[in-house]
């Protein structure tokens, strides 16, 4: 059974701190994803990576950075926070181009 | 750019009724188009898909119904339970750097089932 976990489910931050979330999946998938989920627009992809070290821009990739120095490990990075970033971030991974599996999200508030 | 449009946002059936959500998607070149069920505070999880060499599928309940030409795809759901209430996502596979594919998702349904 895949196991996708996130670091927290709730996180309260203030504007300007440097957030990181965390995300770690125990099936030795190649690929993880990072979506951000907002009420009447679905998931957007905010960053993708492949293999290990390497990463992609997804579909908005801007205030945002990711970092993927393990196979089952996978950062999203905040690297000022904003309130526009209060979200629901949600972990994803899958092997190759199968089935992506979701963790539980972590939901963001930025005061 | 790539774009998946899905309908209704939300829809109210009795249960025993049936229920269809429809999706549009953009990009010809999509191949893969998954479902998703997200319950209330859980994460979102795949209840069935289809691949674009296949004109329908069916899972106990749930079939999904591809129609390449005119670029969209529905979930059905017959004889509807409480426990169907949910909200569901559609997404499109679309192509992306680097010869991967990305998943372009719908803004979701919301579907309550009425004792």
């Known amino acids: 059974d895949v196991k996708v976990t996130q670091s927290s489910r709730y996180l309260v931050k203030r504007t300007g701190e440097k957030v990181f979330l965390e995300c770690v999946q125990d099936m030795d998938h190649e690929n993880m994803f990072w979506y951000r989920q907002d009420p009447g627009l679905g998931l957007r992809l905010i960053y993708f990576?492949?293999?290990?070290?390497?990463?992609e821009k997804g579909d908005i990739p801007e205030g945002y950075s990711v970092s993927r120095e393990k196979k089952e490990r996978f950062s999203l990075i905040l690297e000022s926070a904003s309130t526009n970033q209060t979200s629901m971030y949600l972990c994803a991974s899958s092997f190759r181009r199968k089935t992506q599996y979701f963790g539980p999200g972590t939901r963001l508030l930025v005061l | 750019g790539e774009n998946v449009e899905q309908h209704p946002s939300t829809l109210s059936v009795q249960e025993g009724d049936s229920a269809v959500i429809k999706c549009t998607y953009s990009d010809s070149a999509s191949n893969y188009f998954p479902w998703y069920k997200q319950e209330l505070g859980k994460r979102p999880q795949l209840i069935i898909d289809?691949?674009?060499?296949?004109g329908e599928k069916k899972d106990q309940r749930i079939a999904v119904t591809l129609n390449k030409t005119a670029k969209h795809f529905s979930l059905h759901i017959t004889e509807t339970q409480p426990e169907d209430s949910a909200v569901y996502f559609c997404?499109?596979?679309?192509?992306?750097?680097?010869?991967?594919?990305?998943?372009?998702f719908g803004a979701g349904t919301r579907l309550a089932v009425h004792p």
């Open positions: 990576s492949y293999d290990v070290k390497m990463k």
């Open positions: 289809i691949r674009s060499n296949v």
């Open positions: 997404a499109a596979s679309a192509p992306f750097s680097g010869g991967y594919n990305k998943l372009i």
